[in-house]
DNA sequence: ATCGGATCGCTAGCAGTGCTAGGATCACGG
DNA sequence: CCGTGATCCTAGCACTGCTAGCGATCCGAT
C-alpha cells in the first residue's frame, strides 16, 4: 500500500472522528455548545483541520443528520420487521418514529431544523433519507388502496413529524401523546 | 393628561415600532438579516434602546410571533365561519392553514421553530394562541364522537404543522401538496 | 428664570462567533 | 543531504448579541 493511501486513511478516519465528536458534543450539551473552537479542541486540532474537511460548520451538522437518518432507518426497519400481527406493523413503526425522536432529540433537531439544505425527495438525497422513507412506504403499503402510496406515506410521515416536533417544543400536553399517536394511527389506517 | 402618560403612550409606540421593524425586515430579508444593529438602525434608535424594550433579541422575535398568531387565528376564524357546508369546514380551515404557511413563511418560522420559548398549553399563554387553537377545536367538534376533542384538536393541528414544515424544508414534493392535504383531512374526518 | 435631579439615549467596548490568510514545520523524493 | 510540497497552527478579520458608563435633555421646584 502506498503512502497516499495510508494518508487517504487517516484523513477519512480524523473525518469520522470530527463528525462523531460534534455527535456527541451536541448531545451532551446541545447544539449551543458545538462551537468551532470547541469542536476543534475536542478532537484535539486546531480549528482550520474543520475546514480542510468540510465547508463549514453547517456541513458538519448535516454529517451528523445524514448519521442520524441511517439510525432512524434501522429503528424503523426494527419495528417493522419485528411487528407481530400485519394490522400491528403501523403502530410499531409510528412509535419506533415517536420513540426515536423523543430518546434522540438532539439528532432529531439536526436532521429536521437545522440542516435543512439536506437534498430530499429527490434521487440525489442520501441512501439513508431513503431507506428511512422506504421503510414507511413499505409498513403503509397494505393501506394504500386507490390512495397514491407515495402521497400516503409523506403523509403519514407529516403527521408523525408534526407530533413530535409540537411536543419537542413544548406545544403539546405531554400526558396525552399516547393518546395522540393512537388515534392519529387510527384514523390513517381508515 | 400628565406627562407621564405621554412618555408611556411614546414607550409603547415606540415598542411597536421595534417589532414592526423587525417583522418587516425579517419578511423582507429573511431573520438572518434581522441583527440588533440593523434592527437598531431601521427604527432609527441606537442598539441600547432595544434593550429598554426587550430583554433580549429573543424577545423581539416572541414579540413578532405573538402577533403572527394573531394573524393566523383571524385566517383561521375568517375560514370557518366563511365555509358553506358544515362537512367543508375542516376542508377549508385545514386549506387556511396551510395557506397561511405558504404565504407567510417567514412568520410561520419565527412563531414554530425561532421563538420556543413562548407558553403553551397552558392558561398563561398569549390569548392570540388560545383563539388559534379555538377556531380548531371548532372545527372539529362535530367530528369528536368519543374522541377527546382536546386530543382529536392537537392531533389534527400536528398534522397539519407536519405537512407545511417539511414541504417547506423541501422534504416533500411541492407538486402534491393539495393531494397530502385532501388525504389527511378526509382520514382525520373518518 | 434658574437650578437640581432624574431620565433618557448615545458612544464605545466586551466576549464570543464562523471563517481564513499566512507562515512555520514536518515528511517525503531525488 | 537537501529542496519541495503537503500539513497544520497562530493570528486575525468581520461580525454577532449585549452592556457599562457618560452627556445631554427635559421636568419640577424654588
Known sequence: MSIQTRRDRERAERERLIVTAARKLAEAEGWDAVTTRRLADEVEYSQPVLYSHFKGKRAIMTAVAVEGFADLAAD???????????????AEVGAAYAGFAERRPVLYDVMFTQAVDLPFATPEAPTALQDGFGELR????????????EVLTETFWSGLHGLVTLMRHGRLRREDHDRRLALFISRMSQ
Open 76 to 90: 424503523l426497519r426494527a419495528a417493522r420487521t419485528a411487528a407481530a400481527g400485519s394490522d400491528r406493523v403501523l
Open 138 to 149: 413499505e409498513a403503509l403499503r397494505p393501506l394504500a388502496e386507490d390512495d397514491d402510496l
